[in-house]
């Protein structure tokens, strides 16, 4: 190695060599800052818009806020539907330093089953990471304030403060006001296609049945949002700015609470439906179906187990029997078969029968038979509502024909929706030529346009369609479109609900109205009226018809005896009617399924305690 | 003059180099302001930086006061001390993050690839320069085995960044050296016929997809890519003028990965904006042009070499720095000189600039005597 350095160096051409190469790599040093500098200027100049905007998407996240949804309210102002805060502990999970332990600890403190916390995963798979996740929605005063005193012992466990809707009439009202639930996969479906899916953001229950399903898009509100800075864990830092939300309206109801729970303890273990109606306006008083069940079970989150029970239960508690329970009307729909008799002149105020208590087809073996067996002799129109006399309207519906009883029936409501601000609404079936085509693909018989004339056969109704039909009677034609929808409350503002009416019924001689007005008052205030006895001495006026439904045909030889025969094909008990018998303000519907009497000892009885308190109520009020 | 000339004799008896280290220290601060804002207003990471700095700045001083004629007479037991070293992390090495990088002496945890990074340089420029430049094709021949030897040491522990510093620290070396631009040419030539058969023949496929998200980050938004396309949305939402020191929503809410360590520029960027950018480059475009002064003016061929090879490889780290965090380079683990938060590099860097200026004011000394 040594030898080989004896070469001559030459110091000037290496430094001139040397220099060069600096030179040059000068050059490239310049090249390469101005490369960097130049892609600097691209993102931070050129594309700067761009990337400020995704940003602003990784650190601005829009909160959703959930409007209050609107409160319902009966005519006297009494509170129906309310928003209750309700305690619930919950957990965020990445917050927990041993979530296992902590639950175990938790369990031993606030003592619930091992269910909850199998919940409690199952929910923590569905949410987000660092999102509180409920592991109880109910806390008790107790366990609330157990779990306050060791609150420090479990890090990541809060108690928090939310609404749940609460009804504090329970199932007294439950068809007729519905209830919330949890939005379901239906649901969210539904408000998809109509497009407000994006108004449900940050909202946990949507109306399901009667006024808070018809009435959602009023009472949910307008949803608000804020906007939160949140860091890479989804950690919210601080608030960027507010949209606050707008509560759903408050509405107001025509029910009287104080009827409604009245009628529905008269009911009793019974099952059936009563409504008052202002035949005027159709302004619903009460309606009750029953057998209900606690609507708060829904909104706070129904259990498969309660969910079940009620889905199996033989008298189908789910059911709204004033709008969707198909009853044969039976005699109550007598004065308006009466009605279309007079209309089309064959028959006329004065026109008699001889009833023999049967009614036979000329030509024909079968006998009709009246429900008394022994008959009601000579019988007019009037006779014939008050004693409810079968044969006269066995005759009379043969003489119509089922193409003009259906004509004339359709006009007072029957077969057809009542427009009722319920959404669950039946049709009911009033029959004819066509239905039976379509339904059975089979003719008409005449006989059974027979039974048709006593509101059997196929024909059926339901309550709300008899509350209105009976007020096209009390309104001498009006016929006014049920209504539970009082007013509805922005802030102070009150807006009255728009009172609908469908085109009256017009008859050729409007003394007709008088003739029937005049027998419904006869049943009840004379001694061969089938409602006398249930209204003597009553202290105001009325007008009424009973109405005893067979629910199974009975054989030619065979005897009816309530008694003997199995509950549920015992004789539905009904009775329509209104009071005062002069102007009438009220309409009442009763309808009693399967019971031991008829509708004169059974259903008339509770429209006179019904009236009764109605009046008595009415009566307070107005000293008031 | 006078007054000057005894002023630089006071400069030139502690052996600093004025310019070099006022940009040095300008560094330094910019550092304590970026590792502050990029660790959240860590305060007690901030006094660690501020105490690694001093520490590196003392060790810098310390190294320029060595005589240089000890420096060249060392470089090579200091290489063969540090191929003992690699060795040793190969076989008994501790393994942090995937990597065996460090090995545990008992009392401390050293990093034998950090002392390479001097001692190569110093011993490719120590080999070439005792024969004169430029130098004979046996003589490239052998430099090239002993600069390969080290690089692929720390390039299996792995380590790419260092690997890649070190193998330029020596072509740099042998570079300034003079070689003819045809074997430049040649190697370049060799080294893009080398890609396509490494990309079909001897990449693993993990691998290549690792390339395919370099050219396209959003091919892969959550996983690989995610980290620098985090990085260009900090620098490209700073803007001309910046968030503000502090202000960096990118950084201060962590949505940007590693941003106290390798991605501190894009902090930087994100907080400062291109007018701070724009006076980064300027202040590391004088501390680079000072170097290669100090290399020009340096008397001796070996002083000459590693000057300019310990300022050469300064800038490499800048440019495969700052290539990387905004997407010009595949993501290979360089921090920013001076400016990222960590100890180990930080003395390295000024163990190097120590050498300048060890040859910055040798070189007076050498025309006195």
């Not at chain 1, 990337?51 to 309210?73: E, H, M, W």
């Not at chain 1, 069940?293 to 829904?298: A, E, K, L, Q, R």
């Not at chain 1, 007079?342 to 008699?352: A, H, V």
């Not at chain 2, 692929?152 to 300034?176: E, R, Y």
Request: hydrophobic letters at 45%; proline letters at 5%; aromatic letters at 10%.
């Amino acid at each position: 190695m040594k030898k080989k350095r004896v070469t001559i160096r030459d110091h000037q051409f290496e430094s001139a060599l040397f220099g060069r190469r600096v030179f040059f790599s000068l050059i490239i040093v310049v090249i390469a800052f101005g490369i960097l500098l130049t892609n600097m200027y691209h993102l931070q100049v050129v594309n700067h818009h761009s990337f400020q905007t995704r940003s602003n998407d990784n650190r601005i996240k829009v909160v959703p806020l959930a409007p209050n949804r609107g409160l319902i309210y009966d005519r006297h102002g009494r509170i129906l539907a309310e928003n209750r805060p309700v305690l619930s502990l919950e957990v965020t999970p990445e917050k927990v330093p041993d979530l296992a332990a902590t639950l175990v600890r938790l369990q031993q403190v606030l003592e619930f089953d091992d269910d909850v916390i199998d919940e409690f995963h199952e929910n923590r798979r569905r949410e987000r990471r660092f999102n509180q996740i409920i592991l109880l929605d109910r806390l008790t005063e107790e366990q609330a304030a157990r779990f306050a005193v060791r609150q420090h012992e479990f890090p990541g466990v809060n108690i928090e403060a939310r609404l749940v809707r609460h009804y504090p009439y329970g199932e007294a009202l439950t068809h007729a006001l519905g209830y919330v639930a949890k939005i379901n996969a239906n649901d969210l479906q539904k408000l998809r296609t109509e497009k407000k899916h994006a108004n449900y953001a940050a909202t946990r229950v949507i109306g399901k049945l009667g006024v808070e399903r018809y009435y959602e898009e009023l009472l949910h509100g307008t949803i608000g949002y804020q906007q939160v800075e949140v860091d890479i864990h989804g950690r919210t830092i601080r608030t960027l700015s507010v949209q606050p939300p707008i509560p759903g309206q408050d509405l107001h109801l025509e029910i009287d609470i104080d009827l409604q729970q009245y009628a529905y303890d008269l009911l009793g273990d019974e099952r059936g439906s009563i409504i008052l109606m202002d035949p005027h306006d159709g302004a619903i008083r009460a309606i009750v179906s029953k057998p209900s069940y606690d609507p708060n079970w829904f909104a706070q989150g129904i259990t498969h187990t309660q969910y079940q029970s009620l889905l199996n239960s033989r008298h189908s508690p789910l059911l709204n029997r004033s709008t969707q329970g198909g009853y044969p009307p039976a005699s109550t729909v007598k004065p308006q078969v009466a009605l279309a008799g007079l209309d089309e002149g064959i028959i006329t105020p004065t026109t008699k029968i001889w009833d023999p208590g049967w009614f036979q087809i000329e030509g024909v073996s079968h006998r009709y038979r009246d429900w008394l067996a022994w008959g009601h002799g000579w019988v007019d129109v009037t006779s014939s509502l008050v004693e409810s006399c079968d044969t006269f309207y066995y005759d009379l519906a043969l003489k119509l024909g089922i193409d003009t009883i259906h004509e004339h029936m359709v006009r007072y409501g029957f077969g057809e929706r009542t427009g009722i601000d319920i959404a669950e609404e039946s049709a009911a079936v009033m029959p004819s030529r066509g239905w039976k085509r379509a339904r059975f693909n089979q003719p008409w018989y005449a006989g059974e346009t027979v039974s048709v004339g006593i509101g059997q056969s196929y024909w059926t109704t339901t309550p709300i369609q008899l509350a209105v039909g009976t007020a096209v009677i009390a309104n001498r034609g009006e016929r006014p479109v049920p209504r539970l929808l009082r007013a509805l409350q922005e802030g102070d503002i009150i807006l009255p609900a728009v009172v609908e009416t469908r085109d009256p019924v017009v008859l050729k001689n409007p003394t007709h109205w008088d003739v029937i007005l005049d027998a419904l008052n006869r049943t009840v205030s004379t001694v061969k009226g089938t409602a006398y006895r249930a209204f003597r001495g009553a202290h105001y006026s009325s007008g009424g018809k009973t109405g005893t439904a067979q629910v199974r045909s009975i054989g030619q030889e065979e005897k009816y005896n309530a008694e003997e025969i199995d509950e549920r094909y015992r004789d539905n008990a009904m009775y329509v009617g209104y009071a005062p018998a002069t102007d009438p303000e009220i309409v009442i519907v009763i309808a009693v399924e399967n019971t031991l009497g008829g509708g004169g000892s059974v259903a008339a009885p509770m429209a006179r305690k019904l009236l009764d308190f109605y009046f008595a109520q009415e009566q307070a009020h107005a000293q008031q | 003059m006078l007054s000057s000339n005894t002023n630089n004799s006071w400069w030139q008896r502690f052996h600093i180099d004025g310019p070099l280290l006022l940009g040095l220290v300008v560094l330094a601060l910019i550092s304590l302001a970026t590792v502050y804002s990029a660790s959240g207003q860590d305060l007690a990471m901030t006094e660690r930086q501020a105490f690694r700095i001093g520490l590196a700045f003392v060790v810098m001083l310390v190294i320029a006061q060595v005589p240089m004629s000890a420096v060249e007479r060392y470089s090579l037991p200091l290489f063969a001390l540090g191929v003992v070293l690699l060795l040793g992390v190969l076989l008994f090495g501790e393994t942090n993050k995937g990597a065996q990088r460090w090995l545990n002496l008992g009392v401390v945890t050293i990093q034998p690839s950090e002392l390479m990074k001097l001692a190569v340089p110093m011993t490719i420029a120590w080999f070439i320069s005792e024969h004169g430049i430029p130098p004979t094709k046996r003589r490239l021949a052998m430099a090239f085995i002993l600069l390969l030897i080290p690089t692929l040491m720390i390039a299996q522990q792995p380590d790419l960044g260092t690997a890649i510093l070190i193998a330029s620290s020596g072509i740099f070396v042998l570079f300034l050296a003079g070689i003819s631009w045809r074997l430049i040419l040649f190697f370049i030539g060799a080294i893009g016929a080398f890609v396509p058969i490494l990309w079909f023949f001897l990449m693993h496929d993990y691998q290549r997809q690792r390339v395919l998200t370099f050219l396209d980050p959003e091919r892969d938004p959550l996983g690989a890519g995610y980290q620098i396309i985090q990085s260009k949305i900090a620098i490209g939402s700073g803007g001309i003028e910046g968030k503000g020191w502090l202000q960096g929503t990118q950084s201060q809410l962590e949505f940007l990965p590693e941003r106290h360590t390798d991605f501190i520029f894009s902090v930087f960027s994100e907080e400062f904006g291109l007018v701070g950018v724009i006076g980064l480059f300027l202040l590391y475009g004088f501390v680079i042009i000072r170097g290669l002064i100090i290399a020009m003016r340096a008397q001796q061929v070996y002083q000459k070499l590693l000057a300019g090879s310990l300022i050469l490889t300064f800038f490499v780290y800048v440019l495969v720095n700052v290539g990387m965090v905004s997407g010009l380079l595949p993501v290979v683990g360089v921090p920013l000189p001076l400016i990222s938060y960590g100890g180990t590099s930080m003395v390295t860097l000024l163990a190097g600039f120590g050498l300048l200026m060890a040859i910055a004011t040798n070189q007076r000394f050498v025309m006195q005597r």
